[in-house]
């Protein structure tokens, strides 16, 4: 499977109201940043019987959080276009 490239990442406020909840040190501006812009981001396609076809992504915040975060195409029609919903995040 190709490489998952992770150019823009949107994330709603329920979805950063429950990072912030329920998975501190996480925010979910610095989940989206740490996707985006960190050098060490680790991406790949599964496939999930719930959730369907999704992206399971390892990264690391400045602060030196480790985490997983799981994400939804924007374009189910076109997932390599690299735009992407963060479903949720959580320290590892």
Not at 4 to 23: F, G, N, S
Not at 61 to 85: I, M, Q, W
């Amino acid at each position: 499977m190709p490489r998952v490239v992770l150019a823009d990442v949107r994330c709603t406020d329920a979805v950063a109201e429950h990072i912030r909840d329920k998975h501190p040190p996480l925010t979910a501006r610095k989940v989206t940043q740490a996707l985006t812009y960190a050098k060490n981001v680790a991406a790949n396609w599964e496939d999930d019987p719930v959730y369907g076809h999704q992206v399971a992504a390892f990264a690391t915040t400045v602060e030196g959080v480790a985490f997983k975060a799981y994400l939804h195409p924007v374009n189910p029609n076109d997932p390599d276009e690299g735009s992407f919903d963060l479903n949720t995040a959580f320290p590892v």
